[in-house]
């Protein structure tokens, strides 16, 4: 019996792993958050998510269609070679400080949630 693979939740565990939150992850797709959990809970995700999503993570998108929990754990122990993913390799490694990418992506919300309330004020002086 052949395993099926389910991108959705390779996505939620490589998420998890970078350490981000879905509306961290949803803010840099431009989409909702829910929007962003709909993708997680998918069987299969478009090609295109799959390439912006592995953009966000600094990962392929080999990676996301083809993770294994088990390798990916030993990639990150083992295959990161000069801030990049071997060739041959299907790992996951981080070429960024989780927190500084936290925090720029935290920046990013405050910002759209400031111009959000701009929005509302200028709507409610009309």
């Known amino acids: ?14 998420r998890n792993l970078k350490g981000l939150k879905q509306e961290a992850v949803a803010i840099e797709l431009g ?3 829910a929007e962003y959990s709909l993708i997680e809970n998918s069987d299969s995700v478009d090609d295109q998510i799959i390439v912006q999503v592995a953009q966000i993570f600094n990962v392929t998108p080999e990676v996301i269609k083809e993770f294994n929990e088990n390798q990916a754990f030993y990639s990150i122990e083992n295959k990161v070679e000069n801030n990049k993913i071997s060739e041959n390799s299907h790992g996951i490694h981080q070429v960024f400080s989780p927190i500084e990418k936290v925090v720029e992506l935290y920046e990013r919300l405050l910002t759209s949630e400031r111009e959000k309330i701009e929005i509302l004020k200028s709507q409610n002086t009309k």
């Open 31 to 33: 989409i909702t958050q």
């Open 1 to 14: 019996m052949e395993k099926t693979v389910r991108i959705g939740p390779n996505i939620k565990f490589i």
